[in-house]
């Protein structure tokens, strides 16, 4: 068959595809995909903190965070096929800025938690539509814990080596004055379809 003929035969097929979208299944195993996804950068991360909060100290865990959150964020994307990353709209790595989306799907999350829902289920989804074409997207909220507040917390109860040490790293940081159970930021996820 000669290449016009076949893209005759193969351009509705194509269209069809894009009209439609995933089917619900497909839509389910993405969901699916994503939650695995955001539960391993979560965990690796987290694992990798208490480790370093415990060989290191607080000042030293800066320095792991600052290197390996970023890789653990791109080890899981080449993982699952995706893409993930951590984002806040208070954010201390200069790149973590949530985009509309992003900000927009925080704000309902929070509403969620101040609602009564649990934390573990604080997460959403949607296909988008972009200049590209559609897009699966998804969010996990990432609760502040006490762990947490060394880092996060109220400045006047951050400890001043810790304090340095940030100043000096995150010059713009907009990170600190949580409190355990706001929402610190996201994990976000991007699925082009
Ligand atoms: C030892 C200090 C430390 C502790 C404890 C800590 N963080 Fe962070 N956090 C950091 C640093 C440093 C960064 C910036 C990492 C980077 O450069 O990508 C960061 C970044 C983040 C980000 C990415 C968005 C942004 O602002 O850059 C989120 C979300 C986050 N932390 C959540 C948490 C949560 C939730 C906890 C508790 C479970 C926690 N952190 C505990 C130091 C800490």
Request: some cysteine; charged content about 20%.
């Amino acid at each position: 068959m000669k290449a016009p003929a076949l893209i005759a035969l193969a351009l509705p097929v194509l269209l069809a595809g894009c009209a439609s979208g995933p089917s619900a299944e497909e839509q389910a195993a993405m969901v699916a995909d994503a939650r695995k996804a955001a539960a391993a950068l979560t965990q690796r991360l987290g694992g990798e903190l208490k480790t370093a909060l415990g060989e290191k100290g607080a000042e030293g865990a800066i320095g792991v965070c600052k290197e390996r959150a970023p890789q653990i964020a791109a080890e899981v994307s080449k993982q699952f096929g995706l893409q993930a990353t951590r984002v806040s709209p208070k954010n201390r790595n200069p790149a973590a800025v949530p985009d509309a989306w992003e900000a927009e799907v925080q704000t309902g999350l929070e509403k969620r938690l101040a609602a009564g829902e649990k934390p573990e289920t604080l997460d959403t989804w949607q296909i988008v539509a972009t200049p590209t074409g559609k897009q699966f997207r998804y969010a996990k909220a990432l609760p502040v814990l006490p762990l947490c507040l060394t880092c996060h917390g109220d400045p006047a109860a951050i400890p001043a080596g810790v304090k340095a040490r940030l100043a000096a790293d995150y010059p713009l940081d907009k990170a600190t004055g949580y409190a355990p159970g706001m929402v610190r930021g996201i994990v976000s996820i991007k699925r082009p379809l």
